[in-house]
């Protein structure tokens, strides 16, 4: 065994047996100990009423259903932020990889959830990731969380009735990249990238670069989180093929900008 295999190892024993009590004896010295993110530099945003109550509304779309107590406050301010840069620009917001509408949910609820005015294209498949499109470590990744026909039926039903009183949202079942032809899409301002496998990322990203506005952002969850590396890969050469570069942040988020 590799002396890397052996430390990983060792930290997942570790954090599996005393990871609670460890997280609660740091925490109190640090601003924020959540999501794989563990820093003292200022978080503002978690003092802020209104990015608070935002959070809160989407965090009840997931009704433990994926996170399982994990908080993912600093993901969710990323994805705001980005999404109030974007209402500037020209161009709909859309979404690849919904899930329960958790970030879509924060989202409106932090620009202003009766003043939204971009149309918002939400797209999952709402039957998890497809088997097809995952290389094995994707799939031996991925086959840890999956969930049953009935809970995506669920969770689709789910959806679309959260969404439903929001003029310009629009929920589209349907697996990426096939779904893609039958949406009607204009400018895009902001792409939220959430596929969980590089196949479909892939394919969401070249289909939708296109209709991209000049200063459009992309926010892609899964950039830096372990074990997704062949996603980051595919990312880092995507934008270095459109002249550009994936800001990596701490939260495993990046974003692209198209900046030609």
């Given at each position: 065994?590799?002396?890397?295999?052996?430390?990983?190892?060792?930290?997942?024993?570790?954090?599996?047996?005393?990871?609670?009590?460890?997280?609660?004896?740091?925490?109190?010295?640090?601003?924020?100990?959540?999501?794989?993110?563990?820093?003292?530099?200022?978080?503002?945003?978690?003092?802020?009423?209104?990015?608070?109550?935002?959070?809160?509304?989407?965090?009840?779309?997931?009704?433990?259903?994926?996170?399982?107590?994990?908080?993912?406050?600093?993901?969710?301010?990323?994805?705001?932020?980005?999404?109030?840069?974007?209402?500037?620009l020209d161009g709909d917001f859309v979404e690849c990889g919904?899930?329960?509408?958790?970030?879509?949910?924060?989202?409106?609820?932090?620009?202003?959830?009766?003043?939204?005015?971009?149309?918002?294209?939400?797209?999952?498949?709402?039957?998890?990731?497809?088997?097809?499109?995952?290389?094995?470590?994707?799939?031996?990744?991925?086959?840890?969380?999956?969930?049953?026909?009935?809970?995506?039926?669920?969770?689709?039903?789910?959806?679309?009735?959260?969404?439903?009183?929001?003029?310009?949202?629009?929920?589209?079942?349907?697996?990426?990249?096939?779904?893609?032809?039958?949406?009607?899409?204009?400018?895009?301002?902001?792409?939220?990238?959430?596929?969980?496998?590089?196949?479909?990322?892939r394919k969401a990203l070249d289909y939708i670069w296109p209709?991209?506005?000049?200063?459009?952002?992309?926010?892609?969850?899964?950039?830096?989180?372990?074990?997704?590396?062949?996603?980051?890969?595919?990312?880092?050469?995507?934008?270095?093929?459109?002249?550009?570069?994936?800001?990596?942040?701490?939260?495993?988020?990046?974003?692209?900008?198209?900046?030609?």
């Amino acid at each position: 065994m590799r002396r890397l295999d052996f430390y990983h190892l060792l930290a997942k024993a570790v954090n599996k047996c005393f990871g609670k009590k460890l997280y609660a004896a740091v925490r109190a010295d640090f601003t924020y100990a959540k999501d794989n993110l563990l820093t003292k530099n200022s978080a503002p945003f978690l003092r802020d009423q209104f990015f608070l109550r935002a959070y809160s509304e989407g965090k009840k779309t997931d009704k433990d259903r994926f996170l399982k107590g994990v908080d993912i406050e600093w993901r969710i301010h990323t994805l705001c932020w980005a999404a109030d840069y974007a209402k500037q620009l020209d161009g709909d917001f859309v979404e690849c990889g919904t899930r329960t509408g958790f970030f879509a949910k924060s989202i409106i609820e932090y620009l202003g959830a009766e003043a939204f005015a971009k149309r918002f294209v939400l797209i999952d498949s709402f039957q998890g990731v497809i088997p097809e499109f995952l290389s094995d470590n994707e799939k031996l990744r991925e086959s840890k969380g999956v969930k049953s026909d009935d809970i995506w039926s669920k969770i689709y039903n789910q959806v679309k009735e959260q969404f439903s009183s929001h003029d310009r949202v629009e929920v589209y079942k349907g697996v990426i990249p096939e779904v893609l032809e039958n949406i009607e899409f204009g400018q895009i301002s902001f792409l939220s990238l959430d596929l969980n496998n590089a196949y479909a990322e892939r394919k969401a990203l070249d289909y939708i670069w296109p209709y991209l506005q000049l200063g459009g952002i992309i926010v892609l969850d899964d950039y830096g989180y372990p074990g997704f590396e062949e996603q980051q890969k595919m990312h880092d050469e995507f934008a270095r093929s459109h002249n550009t570069s994936v800001l990596c942040l701490p939260t495993c988020q990046g974003i692209i900008i198209k900046t030609e």
